[in-house]
Every structure is written in structure tokens, then in C-alpha cells.
């Protein structure tokens, strides 16, 4: 069967874009999700993949599905790698689909403030193509220089600038989606419509279960005229915290809100840090700094002025190049070996709760982390108060799905997110790593959603295992 596909493939795509050498396809072999951070996953769920394939066209996607669907080979979507959940892992005898070389900017409106991408751009590619003209992306993750637009899309991610233009699936108008069957769906990019439901929300998030995104009509956004920083400290977690609450409430949507509470020694900082950074109009950062910093001094926050935050906004995306040069090079084994978590247990859990919660489970999750023996080293909310992050740290490891007390407790502190009417990830997603989880999460919608997967995918072929579908 393999032969013969890789044929057809080559036959279909053209020799160069069908890869069937062993580098290729073990570096196709895992993303940012290292198996000693996926407590509850088999160790057999990676696998290099059959074959990889650079399609360079819509068209050329959709005949690869359709040959997918003739020898029921499982599909794998595959933008940067970069997503840490195990979302782009291989299932044995795959075709993993890369999308790096579906990577044009089709048109770009200033006035319309718009951009129509090929999935397979990197983030940062399409920012700076923005910047000609005079515009910005308006989503700025870490890993910005790392990471696709697909991708991005696909995980429903969040970065800096999340508080002022939403996550990256707020920032979509129009997709145009491969379906599971080969067939090419495009939805419309009209910026508003109240004619039925909004069917880019199906695939936002999805995961690549549902389709390959291969384009995208984005909103993009004017290059700020000015921008501003502000560090303000804190003594305690709770001042700072219900300083940044009140700040959100008012309407306050600044580029930059990060509270964070580093006990990480030697480079713990006293008390908590609010970093914050405003940028648009400049009567606008005026009035938004003025306020922001007269709230925060409501809460006994003390200026230390705008040095460590500019800092911060210069360095926001050292970790993807980082990453982009020591790491996405490396065969999966390599990347293991060379990772902390050989020596350590850790994990940086992400939920969404109600403002009103957000206290009451950090209390709890500090507790159950306590009883499992293990540290948190970092408190933090990102870009909004319902964002909640938590850094953990325990003993080592026995290796790929251990279930010792760092997994279980890893496990009870997004059980209890939920069960306080959150979300036990916020901007990652579930791939393998929370698939076990998704049914809590999902309660009874999971249902429509096994049910939309069955008629979309009758093959299923489509990233199966993901999303726990
Ligand atoms: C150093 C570092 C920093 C990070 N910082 C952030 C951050 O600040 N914010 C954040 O949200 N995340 C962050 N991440 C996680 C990761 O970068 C994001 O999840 C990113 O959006 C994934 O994009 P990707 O192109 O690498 O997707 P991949 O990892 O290749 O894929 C992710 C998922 O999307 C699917 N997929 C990919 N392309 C398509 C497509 N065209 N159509 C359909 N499905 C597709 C894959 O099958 C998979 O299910 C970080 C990761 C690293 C390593």
C-alpha cells in the first residue's frame, strides 16, 4: 500500500513535493510536545509518518485527501510543529500534509483592513509583508517567528496583543477549507453577516480534524501611532490581580497585560510584576496609561516605570527563535534528550475561569500541587483576568506516560478549572495530551461534534485521536 500511494502521490503532486526519506519523515515525527509532559499518553502515539508531502496549491491538497480517502491513509495537518500538545503527531502509516510551501499573501486591503494568506506562512513572514503597508497582524504569540497561520488558526491561540484584537480565531472573516472528502469549501470573508451560523467556527480550533485550512482572510490592523510601558509592582497576587480585573472591566485593552508572580530563584523578583504596554491612537495611550496606573495605585501598585516592561517587549520573542534554531532542526529523540524535563517533571497549565473564580482556584491548585510534592514556580494571567497560567515543577520522571503523583495532580488542577466552570486550556488546544479530559470539557456537545466529525470525515482519515475524536 505504501508504494503504491507514494506513486500515486508523485504521479498527482510532481516527484519533488512527496518525501519519503527517513530525516524528513522523522523530523515530521512529533511537534513541541515532548512524552514526558504527556502524562496520559501511550508511548506507541508517536510514529514517523509514511510519507510527508509539500503541496503548493489548494488543488494540490484536495488530490492528495482525495487519494487519502482511495487507500484510507490518516492525514496529518502540519504548519510549524510548534504547538506543545501533540496536535500534529503522526498515527502509524500516515501522510502528514506540510503546508510551509502554501505560503503567499494573495492580497492585502489597507483600506478594508484585511489580508487574504496561504495557510503554510509563518506568522512573522506575514507581519512583516503587513508592516509595507502600514498595518500589523493582531496576533503576537511567542511564537511568532515559529509558527503558521494554519496552525495558528487550528489551536485558537492567544499572544501579546490578545487583549485589544481577541485570539487568533477572532481575527478570522473567511476560510478556505479542504474537506476530509477532497472537497474545497470557502466560506465568506463578509465582515459581519447575520445569515446563519458562522461556519469558520468549525474549523477554528478544530485541530486539523475537520479539514485543512489552506487560506485565510484575516483582519489586520493599523500600525499603531504610539506606544507606551508601565511595570507596576504589587505585594501580594490579590492586590494585583483585582488591579487588573478592574482595569478590564473598565474597558482598558492594553497591548501588554501580564501579571506575574516569578518564584523562580535567583531570578525571582520581589513581590508580583504587572507588565503592561499600550500602543494606538495617542490621545488613546494617553488617557488608557493615565488611568491604568492611577487604578493601579488604587491597589497599592508602586511605579517602577517603563524600563523592565520595554524589556520585555523587546525579548517576547526570543523563546520561537530560540526554538527555530536549537530545536526544530533536531530529530524528535534529540530534542528529548536535550530537554529540561529529562532531569525534571513540568508542566505550564493555561485554563480560562470566571473573574470570580480565578482566586479561589489558584488557592486550591496551590494546595493540590502542594500535596503532590511539587512547585509552582510562576503565577500568571495574560492579556486578560480570566487567563490564568500556572508553571509547575516536581521531582523527575519515570519517562513517557508516567502516572506518579506530578501527573495526577497535573490532572486534578484542570479538573478543578472545569469544574469551576472554566476551560482547562486556553490557547494551546487538547491534541493527545488532554484527549482524556475532553469529554468533562465537552459534557454533552461533544456528542454533535463526534457526530459533525462522522459526516465531514466518513473515512476518517482526518488527524483521527485528536480533540478525542
Ligand atoms: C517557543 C514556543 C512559544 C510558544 N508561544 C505561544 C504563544 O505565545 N501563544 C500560543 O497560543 N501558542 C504558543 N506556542 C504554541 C504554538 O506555537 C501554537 O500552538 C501555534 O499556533 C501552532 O502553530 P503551528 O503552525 O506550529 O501548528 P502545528 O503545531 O503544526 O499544528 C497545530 C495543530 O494545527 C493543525 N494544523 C496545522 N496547520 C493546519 C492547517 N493549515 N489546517 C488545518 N489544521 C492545521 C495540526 O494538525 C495540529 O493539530 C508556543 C510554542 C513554542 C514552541
Redesign the pocket.
Known amino acids: 500500500m505504501g508504494e503504491d500511494i507514494a506513486a500515486a502521490l508523485r504521479q498527482a503532486l510532481g516527484e519533488g513535493a512527496v518525501l519519503d526519506d527517513l530525516r524528513t519523515r522523522q523530523l515530521h515525527a512529533a511537534?513541541?510536545l515532548s512524552p514526558s509532559r504527556a502524562f496520559s499518553v501511550a508511548p506507541a502515539s508517536w510514529n514517523v509518518p509514511l510519507l510527508v508531502v509539500m503541496p503548493d496549491s489548494t488543488e494540490a491538497v484536495a488530490r492528495v485527501v482525495r487519494l487519502a480517502c482511495q487507500y484510507r491513509a490518516p492525514v496529518?495537518?502540519?504548519?510549524?510543529?510548534?504547538?506543545?500538545?501533540g496536535?500534529?503527531v503522526p498515527c502509524a502509516g500516515s501522510i502528514v500534509?506540510d503546508?510551509k510551501r502554501?505560503n503567499r499573501v494573495r492580497a492585502v486591503s489597507r483600506e478594508d483592513g484585511t489580508a487574504l494568506v496561504e495557510?503554510?506562512a509563518?506568522?512573522k513572514d506575514l507581519d512583516a509583508a503587513l508592516q509595507g503597508h502600514g498595518l500589523m497582524l493582531g496576533?503576537?504569540?511567542?511564537?511568532?517567528p515559529?509558527?503558521?497561520?494554519?496552525?495558528?488558526?487550528?489551536?485558537?491561540?492567544?499572544?501579546?496583543r490578545a487583549a485589544r484584537y481577541g485570539?487568533?480565531g477572532a481575527q478570522v472573516l473567511g476560510l478556505e477549507?479542504?474537506l476530509p472528502t477532497g472537497d474545497v469549501v470557502v466560506t465568506s470573508a463578509a465582515p459581519k453577516a447575520a445569515s446563519g451560523p458562522n461556519l469558520n467556527g468549525l474549523?477554528i480550533g478544530?485541530?486539523?480534524?475537520?479539514?485543512?485550512?489552506?487560506a485565510a482572510t484575516l483582519r489586520v490592523f493599523r500600525a499603531p501611532e504610539e506606544r507606551r510601558f508601565a511595570t507596576v509592582a504589587f505585594a501580594t497576587f490579590e492586590d494585583g490581580f483585582r488591579a487588573v480585573a478592574e482595569l478590564s472591566a473598565l474597558g482598558m485593552r492594553p497591548a501588554i497585560l501580564d501579571l506575574t508572580e516569578e518564584r523562580r530563584a535567583p531570578r525571582a523578583a520581589p513581590g508580583v510584576l504587572l507588565y503592561l504596554a499600550f500602543e494606538g491612537y495617542r490621545e488613546e495611550v494617553e488617557a488608557q496609561e493615565k488611568r491604568s496606573l492611577r487604578l493601579c495605585r488604587e491597589f497599592a501598585g508602586q511605579e517602577l516605570g517603563p524600563q523592565q516592561t520595554e524589556a520585555h517587549w523587546r525579548e517576547?520573542h526570543l523563546?520561537?527563535e530560540?526554538?527555530q534554531q536549537q530545536?526544530l532542526p533536531l530529530l524528535p529523540e534529540e530534542r528529548w534528550a536535550r530537554g529540561s524535563d529529562r532531569r525534571q517533571a513540568w508542566d505550564y497549565l493555561h485554563v480560562a475561569l470566571p473573574v470570580s473564580r480565578v482566586l479561589k482556584f489558584r488557592q486550591q491548585a496551590a494546595a493540590i500541587a502542594k500535596e503532590a510534592g511539587a512547585t509552582v514556580q510562576e503565577y500568571s494571567v495574560w492579556t486578560a483576568p480570566e487567563l490564568f497560567s500556572l508553571l509547575m515543577t516536581g521531582a523527575a520522571v519515570e519517562g513517557p506516560g508516567d502516572s506518579g503523583a506530578f501527573a495526577h495532580a497535573v490532572d486534578a488542577i484542570l479538573r478543578l478549572a472545569q469544574d469551576l466552570g472554566g476551560s482547562m486550556e486556553y490557547?494551546?488546544?487538547v491534541?493527545l495530551k488532554l484527549a482524556h479530559l475532553v469529554e468533562r470539557e465537552w459534557g454533552s456537545g461533544l456528542d454533535v461534534v463526534r457526530r459533525l466529525k462522522r459526516v465531514l470525515d466518513p473515512y476518517g482519515i482526518m488527524?483521527p485521536g485528536?480533540?478525542g475524536l
Open positions: 511537534d513541541a496529518i495537518p502540519f504548519g510549524g510543529g510548534t504547538g506543545v500538545m496536535a500534529a500534509v503546508l502554501l495557510a503554510g509563518i506568522l496576533h503576537d504569540p511567542w511564537s511568532l515559529i509558527a503558521t497561520v494554519g496552525g495558528a488558526i487550528s489551536t485558537n491561540g492567544v499572544g501579546y485570539s487568533m477549507v479542504v474549523f478544530a485541530e486539523g480534524t475537520l479539514g485543512i485550512i489552506t517576547r523563546s520561537g530560540r526554538y530545536v490557547c494551546h488546544g491534541g488527524n485528536k480533540l
